[in-house]
């Protein structure tokens, strides 16, 4: 953002950890993650599926963009409770699907992923709000009628590559606009000793006309993983209501006056 | 038990636009950039951001106390700040943003902190 005088400007390296390398796949700097289609970019969405989700009853989501002024907020009321809030800015998922289905990259901060492996499971927690999702390996899915928010993932081995098939998500994330019915499948490769490729297929049919699918590297890091318990001191949030409400007593008086 | 640890992050990629965890628009003010300069007399070095309170001189000699809102503890620690960096009673120059609720008008971000945060001795 711009200051609107001096040279306040926006936010510095105090704030930021975008990381220092570069996704590189097969020895290319690559610009863009969606490999296919090849022209980088998602497919269409189907008729209606970028307006399932509108209307009063729509709840934020982890990677809704953010609003930058309450008056052109894309859901109405979207200040009015905190509980309208995005997932992200209450603490409870990090924001721009970091953990995934599919694990997105965040220029901001916390970018760091740990994965556990034991026999029967594999566990990727990533630092961003400390979510944590439990692969099992070699096993079924849940019933239908259980639905969690990052999703149920399974797992197994397709010769060196970790494949994670996770399905069961919740309305709440909705990643991009995806339906509760979507299906994530993720690759995980250890090209070098110090590269994963990390690969994802986004499978909805309810929400885009064919499958798409994107990858980048993940480089390992001698970094240590921090806490990220972020609810504790969450002031922006009460901050964030409360100029709502002055944006809306200056819309009232400003009405009044006229 | 195998551990691995990797930083999914590229400074090529994106995805989508950028967002940040908080809705800068809707807490601060973008037309009230101000400039304090005073000293600290307590840090909160809490997520998701740290907040750093610093006592200010008005021009009519009373003082006030301020918060303002810095980058998260994991990102400074990276940087190689940490709590005792800023010990009170640091003076400090802050260049950031008002809330836009101006009747707390406590309360500015401070987009560039850590490079206005130097000692003025």
Redesign the interface.
């Given at each position: 953002m711009t200051a609107a005088s001096g040279g306040t400007g926006g936010y510095n390296y105090g704030w930021l950890d975008p990381g220092s390398t570069y996704n590189v796949v097969d020895g290319q700097k690559r610009a863009s993650i969606i490999i296919d289609p090849p022209n980088g970019h998602a497919p269409p969405m189907v008729p209606g599926a970028m307006q399932r989700f509108a209307g009063a009853r729509a709840r934020p989501t982890s990677d809704q963009t953010e609003s930058t002024d309450p008056g052109l907020e894309p859901t109405p009321g979207a200040y009015d409770d905190p509980e309208r809030r995005p997932l992200g800015e209450r603490c409870l998922i990090g924001f721009g699907s970091t953990s995934g289905p599919p694990a997105l990259p965040d220029y901001f901060y916390n970018n760091l992923h740990q994965i556990v492996q034991t026999p029967e499971s594999v566990v990727i927690l990533t630092e961003m709000v400390h979510d944590v999702r439990i692969v099992r390996m070699n096993a079924q899915h849940l019933p239908k009628n259980i639905r969690l928010w990052l999703g149920d993932s399974v797992g197994h081995w397709d010769g060196d590559t970790l494949v994670v098939d996770t399905t069961n998500f919740t309305d709440k994330t909705r990643f991009r606009g995806s339906s509760e019915n979507l299906h994530v499948i993720e690759r995980f490769t250890r090209v070098d000793d110090k590269t994963l490729l990390y690969r994802f297929t986004i499978d909805d049919p309810a929400t885009w006309t064919k499958q798409w699918t994107g990858e980048y590297s993940w480089p390992a890091t001698n970094e240590k993983m921090y806490e990220y318990a972020c609810h504790e001191g969450n002031y922006a949030l009460p901050n964030i209501l409360k100029g709502a409400r002055l944006r809306e007593k200056e819309a009232a008086e400003a009405k009044g006056a006229k | 038990?195998?551990?691995?640890?990797?930083?999914?992050?590229?400074?090529?990629?994106?995805?989508?636009?950028?967002?940040?965890?908080?809705?800068?628009?809707?807490?601060?003010?973008?037309?009230?950039?101000v400039?304090l300069k005073g000293k600290i007399v307590r840090i909160?070095w809490?997520?998701?951001?740290t907040?750093i309170h610093v006592e200010i001189t008005k021009a009519d000699g009373t003082k006030e106390v301020w918060?303002v809102?810095?980058?998260?503890?994991?990102?400074?620690?990276?940087?190689g700040?940490n709590k005792n960096t800023f010990p009170e009673g640091t003076e400090v120059v802050v260049?950031?943003?008002q809330?836009?609720?101006?009747?707390?008008a406590r309360?500015v971000p401070?987009?560039?902190?850590?490079?206005n945060?130097l000692p003025t001795s």
């Amino acid at each position: 953002m711009t200051a609107a005088s001096g040279g306040t400007g926006g936010y510095n390296y105090g704030w930021l950890d975008p990381g220092s390398t570069y996704n590189v796949v097969d020895g290319q700097k690559r610009a863009s993650i969606i490999i296919d289609p090849p022209n980088g970019h998602a497919p269409p969405m189907v008729p209606g599926a970028m307006q399932r989700f509108a209307g009063a009853r729509a709840r934020p989501t982890s990677d809704q963009t953010e609003s930058t002024d309450p008056g052109l907020e894309p859901t109405p009321g979207a200040y009015d409770d905190p509980e309208r809030r995005p997932l992200g800015e209450r603490c409870l998922i990090g924001f721009g699907s970091t953990s995934g289905p599919p694990a997105l990259p965040d220029y901001f901060y916390n970018n760091l992923h740990q994965i556990v492996q034991t026999p029967e499971s594999v566990v990727i927690l990533t630092e961003m709000v400390h979510d944590v999702r439990i692969v099992r390996m070699n096993a079924q899915h849940l019933p239908k009628n259980i639905r969690l928010w990052l999703g149920d993932s399974v797992g197994h081995w397709d010769g060196d590559t970790l494949v994670v098939d996770t399905t069961n998500f919740t309305d709440k994330t909705r990643f991009r606009g995806s339906s509760e019915n979507l299906h994530v499948i993720e690759r995980f490769t250890r090209v070098d000793d110090k590269t994963l490729l990390y690969r994802f297929t986004i499978d909805d049919p309810a929400t885009w006309t064919k499958q798409w699918t994107g990858e980048y590297s993940w480089p390992a890091t001698n970094e240590k993983m921090y806490e990220y318990a972020c609810h504790e001191g969450n002031y922006a949030l009460p901050n964030i209501l409360k100029g709502a409400r002055l944006r809306e007593k200056e819309a009232a008086e400003a009405k009044g006056a006229k | 038990m195998r551990f691995l640890t990797v930083c999914a992050v590229g400074l090529l990629v994106a995805l989508q636009p950028a967002s940040a965890h908080h809705a800068f628009g809707a807490e601060f003010d973008a037309a009230r950039p101000v400039l304090l300069k005073g000293k600290i007399v307590r840090i909160e070095w809490v997520n998701p951001h740290t907040w750093i309170h610093v006592e200010i001189t008005k021009a009519d000699g009373t003082k006030e106390v301020w918060m303002v809102e810095g980058g998260s503890p994991n990102s400074l620690l990276r940087r190689g700040a940490n709590k005792n960096t800023f010990p009170e009673g640091t003076e400090v120059v802050v260049d950031g943003y008002q809330a836009r609720d101006h009747s707390w008008a406590r309360l500015v971000p401070a987009p560039r902190i850590l490079t206005n945060f130097l000692p003025t001795s």
